[in-house]
Nanobody, 130 residues
């Protein structure tokens, strides 16, 4: 069973930066939507960023726009989430996920919906102290 492997979480002070990485353990398809989600205790999972491999189109939630950057290295099959200007409210478990079914014309309106993603990582913890 293919799964995604995340790394890069940790503890930083407010204003600091972290870069998360996500790599699949096996082949998951050539064209795919790679998303980043986060969940803090007592809150719902939130889709925060995604990148579509076919077009390199990127999507962001308003809560992270201008501070976080999603990117991909197709040669390494790795997706990154660069997080700058971290705030205490950014703390939580961060997950990457892969959607291999939603067509390119639809991802713009649905990228943040966790239920459309087939593959998930185990999560990496991000802690931000004030």
């Amino acid at each position: 069973q293919v799964h995604l492997v995340e790394s890069g979480g940790g503890s930083v002070q407010a204003g600091g930066s972290l870069r998360l990485s996500c790599t699949p353990s096996g082949y998951i398809g050539g064209t795919r939507l790679m998303g980043w989600f986060r969940q803090a205790p007592g809150t719902e999972r939130e889709g925060i960023a995604a990148v579509y491999s076919g077009s390199s189109e990127k999507y962001y939630a308003d809560s992270v726009k201008g501070r976080f950057t999603v990117s991909q290295d197709n040669a390494k099959r790795t997706v990154y989430l660069q997080m700058n200007g971290l705030k205490p409210e950014d703390a939580g478990m961060y997950y990457c996920a892969a959607d291999i079914e939603t067509p390119a014309w639809a991802v713009g309106g649905t990228w943040y919906r966790g239920e459309q993603y087939k593959y998930w990582g185990q999560g990496t913890q991000v802690t931000v102290s004030s």
